[in-house]
């Protein structure tokens, strides 16, 4: 069973549609899990020996029985066989399962798929209704399209390091492009699969790194394009207090200030200004500037750090963990036990968990070897 709480996995939206993930480290991976969240069955296609980067390219240096945990997160719930692209044999038999297949997807530079003879025209000569997407990181087309994509370069030539003002940019500490692109690249795929329900006819996704920053900014760039810049004063987001932080919606200054005075200002906001809210803020605690802030109909919450919203009323709420399980290489061995996150939607009132870890590399076997992972059913519905 893919999903929890009573739903099988034949009553998941992508129940029946075949996934081969060619795609690396993170955006591609991850719009491939969030398809394999909706039913789908996705199989990784990697090289052999070390298998794709993400097995050994860890955030923090931390691993899980061989592989990182990072590469746990953004492979759960897949399967995976090996196959050499650059020897002819084993490439005819990985065309044969892009005949086969829904969907491919890929964030290779431009170029290399075109190499091997899996680009799009070819692919869609194999399989007509093939859903075909593709990622980079600035675009199939113009002077940057050769360069390899990497969130914190897309986040620094995007503009985003300036969104918080200021006299220094600033980068947020997440990969937040590449996630970005991971929800765009699986939106478009499930749009292509309902053209392809309706009409039969498969299709081309295409979306970057650099595409996905602009379209995150998309109020703030029209903004840009079609006024001039302001000089309205508006209160900064984050200011410290006395134990600890508070973040405060965008509101006016003389809003602000009028909050903190309880008395109505006066156009120039009686002189006071920017340093002076967070002076005031420094005098009292966060807990009791929620209330008063709040009681003036400002939108404001208190900073929190990892382990607060883990331990949170909020976070047990929404469930949003869920443990996978990696059995053992060996029989007789222990099996692994991660605790990870689940798809962030809910299908018909259910919260869609699935208990399959990230595979190992060439868990369905390699192609030289006889591997055809689209004759066997799925594992999970065995």
């Known amino acids: 069973m893919r999903a929890g709480d009573g739903m099988q996995a034949a009553e998941l939206p992508l129940a029946g549609v075949v996934v081969l993930d060619f795609s690396q480290f993170l955006a591609g991976p991850v719009a491939a899990l969030r398809l394999a969240d909706l039913g789908a069955r996705v199989i990784k296609v990697e090289r052999p020996v070390t298998g ?19 590469f746990h997160a953004m492979n759960r719930n ?6 050499d692209l650059k020897d002819p044999g084993e490439l005819e038999q ?35 209704g093939l859903v075909y997407a593709a990622a980079s990181g600035y675009g199939a087309d113009g002077p940057w399209a050769s360069r390899p994509g990497q969130d914190l370069l897309a986040q620094s ?38 053209r392809k329900l309706r009409t039969g006819r498969g299709g081309l996704i295409e979306t970057s790194l650099l595409e996905g920053m602009l379209d995150l900014q998309s109020d703030r760039l029209t903004t840009h394009l079609n006024n001039p810049p302001t000089d309205t004063p508006t209160a900064h987001r984050l200011y410290p207090t006395a134990d600890g932080h508070l973040a405060v919606a965008p509101t006016s200054l003389n809003n602000l200030i009028q909050a903190l005075t309880n008395n109505p200002p006066s156009p120039d906001g009686h002189g006071l200004d920017e340093s002076w ?13 929620l209330e008063v802030l709040g009681g003036f109909g400002i939108e404001c919450a208190q900073l ?45 009132g259910e919260v869609l968990r699935n208990h399959r870890a990230a595979p190992r590399l060439g868990a369905q076997g390699r192609l030289r070897d006889g591997a055809d992972p689209l004759a066997e059913p799925d594992p999970v519905d065995e």
């Not at 097995?55 to 990072?70: C, H, M, N, P, Y």
């Not at 809210?277 to 500037?289: D, F, M, N, P």
Request: contains cysteine; negative net charge; hydrophobic residues 45%.
């Open 52 to 70: 794709e980067i993400g097995r050994t390219l860890a955030f923090a240096g931390r691993w899980a029985d061989e592989d990182t945990v990072s």
């Open 157 to 194: 030539v995007s503009g985003l390091t300036w969104v918080n003002g200021g006299d220094r940019p600033v980068t947020v500490g997440l990969s937040l492009a590449d996630h970005l692109l991971s929800c765009h690249l699986a939106e478009g795929v499930t749009a292509l699969l309902v």
């Open 94 to 128: 990985v065309k044969s399962l892009v005949a086969r297949a829904d969907v491919l997807i890929h964030n290779f530079r431009p170029g290399v798929m075109e190499r091997i003879g899996l680009d799009y025209e070819s692919a869609r000569a194999l399989n007509p």
């Open 78 to 83: 897949k399967e995976a066989v090996v196959a």
């Open 304 to 348: 929190r750090t990892l382990d607060e919203v883990i331990a949170s009323e909020e976070f047990a709420a929404i469930e949003m963990t869920q443990t996978v399980e990696r059995p053992p290489a060996e029989p007789g061995g222990e099996s692994l036990l991660l605790t990870t996150t689940r798809s962030p939607i809910r299908i018909d």
């Open 277 to 289: 809210v967070a002076e005031r803020l420094l005098a009292g605690g966060t807990a009791y500037w």
